[in-house]
């Protein structure tokens, strides 16, 4: 199969429009040989099969979609690093989309969800299992409307009002940017707590007010989740270390 038709499958299979589908110029711009775009979109083609009984919901395939252009973005030792990266980076959406979705109260039953998952499922099972856990968020048809809508960090944090989505994107920006080290808990979070002062006096947002208050815990627990999804997904790590 030729480099165009696997671009074209990968399009109709996700249902991406023409104007939003942007996956040559993404691969393009970070491989330069047919032969590894090829590969590339071998691996992307076995990914997103996973997903089959999900294809018709369109705002599930657009976020499916998103992670797949995110992995692409990031500079890989090898090829073959891709799809482990794909597969982490797409779980590390979907669940940081539904603890923000749902009620945090909720976030045990997702953590617990997650390490009973990878301890006795295979990826397919996996995703499957995700998927209907997640299909109440995907059939909000108002949430629908407005992760259809959005750009890329911004689908994680709709549900927020208008500063408190900006401050929250700027950190997730900016979280992407560390070395998450989960022997370097203390030393990250306090990282964060200084970033997040800067934002907050940019913004001119009072340090006594019950937003800073808020967004403070949100914000530390957008480090939590990365912490807890990477100790998660650290398959080698026999005593994996806890996350504070």
């Not at 989309?97 to 390490?115: C, P, S």
Request: glycine content about 2%; aromatic content about 10%.
């Amino acid at each position: 199969m030729d480099l165009e038709s696997k671009y074209s499958e990968v399009q109709q299979f996700l249902s991406i429009s023409d104007d939003n589908f942007t996956l040559r110029e993404d691969i393009d711009q970070y491989f330069n040989v047919d032969d590894q775009k090829v590969e590339i979109l071998g691996k992307i083609l076995a990914f997103i099969y996973n997903f089959q009984m999900f294809k018709k919901n369109r705002a599930f395939m657009n976020s499916v979609y998103i992670c797949i252009k995110k992995t692409i973005e990031i500079k890989l030792m090898s090829i073959d690093d891709f799809e482990e990266l794909l597969i982490k980076n797409s779980l590390m959406r979907f669940i940081q989309e539904y603890v923000e979705y749902a009620e945090m109260g909720q976030k045990e039953q997702v953590l617990n969800f997650l390490a009973d998952s990878f301890e006795r499922l295979g990826l397919q099972p996996l995703i499957i299992n995700l998927g209907l856990l997640l299909k109440p968020m995907y059939s909000d048809q108002d949430y629908i409307d407005k992760v259809l809508k959005m750009e890329e960090v911004e689908v994680t944090y709709v549900l927020n009002d208008e500063l408190q989505l900006q401050i929250k994107a700027e950190i997730d920006k900016w979280l992407v940017t560390q070395t998450i080290d989960l022997n370097k808990q203390d030393e990250l979070t306090d990282k964060l707590k200084r970033e997040f002062d800067r934002l907050i006096e940019e913004h001119n947002l009072s340090k006594e007010s019950k937003s800073y208050k808020t967004l403070l815990t949100d914000v530390i627990e957008m480090l939590s989740m990365k912490l807890t999804m990477i100790s998660l997904m650290d398959m080698s790590d026999l005593e994996p270390v806890p996350v504070k």
